[in-house]
């Protein structure tokens, strides 16, 4: 199933669906335009908790799901721990296969 988790995150990085990074998707939310969060499981504690308290203020679903490295790789972008997705339709169709494997 992780095959096609990586093919809906890999399109939605092309089609620009999707931002990285702690800061960039704290700023999404706050302007609420992320539908979806995925938080690496080797993040911080700290800064686990810091952005998942910041999902549910902004009342963002957000997923702790695979490793930073693997998770990077997935959406082509290098040392990110934080994805927000920012469209309704791959945002649902990423929650299904994280829930579905996880």
Known sequence: MRSKLHSYLGFAKKS???VAGYNTCVLAMKKKRIKLLI???DISENTGSKIEKEAKKHQ????????????????GTGGRSIFGVTDQNFAQVILKEIDKDG
Do not use: F, H
């Open 16 to 18: 620009r669906n999707l």
């Open 39 to 41: 938080v690496a499981e």
């Open 60 to 75: 963002v679903p957000c997923r702790v799901y695979g490793k930073s490295e693997e998770l990077s790789q997935m959406a």
